[in-house]
């Protein structure tokens, strides 16, 4: 276990809907990233957030958007669904220095299915 | 495009012998470089990091890293049926945001 929740589990949405996916980070983890993971592939980076403030985002479109709130909790927002979305969303979060800075750890992940 | 290329696999040997999984990056920026354990259907699990040059040992996994030939593997000796699973590689950007790139996995079957 790693400290890290997301929620829902798993999710079935058709195309054109929006979809909200979150996540608690470990305690004491300020930094929250967003992976996506398509079957067979590794994950890709979204987009982190530190201090609620997105400082770094992949190369996803902007109805890929997110929120980090106070208590370091974020969410994962996706309009406009297709079907090309259907993956593993993963949230990773890690303290923004110390002796744990280079430790990312996953949560276990959100399964979206789009039809 | 920075990448991680791995051996997609898969890679099956026998239990008890030495399972070495490779990895090259092509960004020189990369500082740090992380092996990941996926078991199907699940997340991905942190097993090492390495950020120097040579190997580093952790229990019966070790981590090797050569920026030069920008390359990074990882050794696991005395395989177990229990170590089947993908394995990602991935390094990171440096700067402040910190992302990680990882490779598509290296499949890992580990026979009784």
């Known amino acids: 276990e790693t400290g890290v929740t997301q929620s829902p589990t798993h999710l079935i949405k058709t195309r054109g809907q929006q979809v909200t996916l979150r996540c608690s980070s470990q305690s004491g983890h300020n930094t929250v990233s967003w992976y996506q993971q398509a079957l067979g592939q590794g994950p890709q980076f979204i987009f982190q957030?530190?201090?609620?403030?997105?400082?770094g985002r992949g190369n996803f479109p902007p109805r890929f958007s997110g929120l980090q709130f106070p208590n370091y909790s974020s969410e994962l927002n996706v309009n406009a669904l297709e079907l090309d979305d259907s993956a593993l969303y993963l949230c990773?979060?890690?303290?923004?220095?110390?002796?744990?800075?280079?430790?990312?750890?996953f949560g276990p992940g959100t399964r979206l299915t789009v039809t | 495009q920075k990448e991680v290329e791995q051996n997609s696999g898969p890679l099956s040997v026998p239990e008890g012998a030495i399972a070495s999984l490779n990895c090259t990056y092509s960004d020189r920026g990369s500082q740090s470089f992380f092996w990941y354990r996926q078991y199907s259907g699940k997340s991905p699990e942190l097993i090492m990091f390495?950020?120097?040059?040579g190997d580093k040992e952790d229990g019966r996994f070790t981590a090797q890293l050569n920026k030069a030939s920008q390359y990074v593997s990882l050794l696991i000796r005395d395989s177990q049926p229990s170590d089947s699973a993908t394995y990602l590689c991935?390094?990171?950007?440096?700067?402040?945001?910190?992302?990680?790139?990882f490779g598509k996995g290296t499949l890992l079957t580990v026979n009784p």
């Open positions: 390495i950020y120097s040059n």
């Open positions: 991935a390094g990171d950007s440096g700067g402040s945001n910190y992302k990680l790139t």
């Open positions: 957030y530190y201090r609620e403030e997105e400082n």
């Open positions: 990773a979060s890690r303290p923004s220095g110390g002796r744990g800075f280079h430790e990312q750890y």
